[in-house]
């Protein structure tokens, strides 16, 4: 394209791009909400084709506020309701197409804070074996697989934990770099380890007379869990002299 004398054909290309965001800027507009987010996550949700940033002739990524705002959206629902990428890439599909659909909700509410309108669906605390399998999207012999190393257990009546589902994706997720599910063996016992310290910290609390020390006991387990959670991963990244976003 041509340009006139004053430089218009170039402040109009300008104009066009001023609303789109480079990835360090849209990581840092979704921090606030998302604190565990990072690059390498934005980048594995594109490959999954969950967003399409623009690219510029040089190969940067430009994301434009719909871009951002779609981001959003399929990492609240991997949040609070535990669904994997095929699931939510169908329910954005259909929702472009202008279809009202329902998404199969089978995580936890988080404490203290509604589900959003577009989840009308109860939350399950609890989930059976075939609806583990579709919402993880993982087949029956994954599934076998997984539980003979232990990283997935079904309580007594045979139903899932609804956090079972986030297990199975991550699992999913790092067999994606080759790790396979022999090699977390170390990790479960790492964290059985971690829940039996947590869980002999509070046991006299859960024992006492008092009902409202019994109460305090689920608030004191979580507050815990977190802190080891925290530690196990700074000593992660102390080990491989790495610092996570």
């Given at each position: 394209?041509?340009?006139?004398?004053?430089?218009?054909?170039?402040?109009?290309?300008?104009?066009?791009?001023?609303?789109?965001?480079?990835?360090?800027?849209?990581?840092?507009?979704?921090?606030?909400?998302?604190?565990?987010?990072?690059?390498?996550?934005?980048?594995?949700?594109?490959?999954?084709?969950?967003?399409?940033?623009?690219?510029?002739?040089?190969?940067?990524?430009?994301?434009?506020?719909?871009?951002?705002?779609?981001?959003?959206?399929?990492?609240?629902?991997?949040?609070?309701?535990?669904?994997?990428?095929?699931?939510?890439?169908?329910?954005?599909?259909?929702?472009?197409?202008?279809?009202?659909?329902?998404?199969?909700?089978?995580?936890?509410?988080?404490?203290?804070?509604a589900l959003p309108d577009?989840?009308?669906?109860?939350?399950?605390?609890?989930?059976?074996r075939a609806e583990l399998?579709?919402?993880?999207?993982?087949?029956?012999?994954?599934?076998?697989?997984?539980?003979?190393?232990?990283?997935?257990?079904?309580?007594?009546?045979?139903?899932?934990?609804?956090?079972?589902?986030?297990?199975?994706?991550?699992?999913?997720?790092?067999?994606?770099?080759?790790?396979?599910?022999?090699?977390?063996?170390?990790?479960?016992?790492?964290?059985?380890?971690?829940?039996?310290?947590?869980?002999?910290?509070?046991?006299?609390?859960?024992?006492?007379?008092?009902?409202?020390?019994?109460?305090?006991?689920?608030?004191?387990?979580?507050?815990?869990?977190?802190?080891?959670?925290?530690?196990?991963?700074?000593?992660?990244?102390?080990?491989?002299?790495?610092?996570?976003?």
């Amino acid at each position: 394209m041509l340009q006139t004398p004053s430089g218009g054909a170039r402040d109009g290309a300008a104009a066009a791009d001023s609303g789109l965001m480079s990835i360090g800027t849209v990581l840092n507009a979704l921090r606030d909400e998302f604190p565990e987010v990072t690059i390498s996550k934005i980048r594995f949700l594109e490959s999954e084709g969950l967003i399409e940033p623009r690219r510029t002739p040089s190969g940067y990524r430009k994301f434009s506020p719909e871009d951002v705002e779609r981001l959003a959206h399929v990492l609240r629902m991997q949040r609070d309701h535990y669904l994997p990428l095929k699931v939510i890439r169908e329910h954005l599909d259909a929702m472009e197409r202008g279809e009202a659909v329902a998404l199969p909700v089978v995580g936890r509410q988080r404490d203290g804070e509604a589900l959003p309108d577009t989840f009308e669906a109860p939350t399950a605390v609890r989930i059976g074996r075939a609806e583990l399998l579709v919402a993880a999207d993982i087949g029956e012999r994954e599934l076998e697989e997984w539980e003979s190393y232990g990283l997935i257990a079904a309580l007594p009546d045979g139903a899932y934990d609804a956090e079972t589902v986030t297990v199975a994706a991550l699992v999913v997720e790092l067999g994606r770099f080759g790790i396979e599910p022999r090699h977390l063996r170390a990790m479960k016992a790492a964290a059985d380890r971690e829940a039996g310290l947590v869980d002999q910290v509070v046991a006299p609390l859960r024992r006492h007379r008092n009902p409202q020390t019994r109460a305090h006991a689920e608030a004191r387990t979580k507050e815990l869990a977190g802190l080891t959670v925290k530690l196990h991963a700074a000593l992660v990244q102390t080990a491989l002299g790495v610092r996570l976003p």
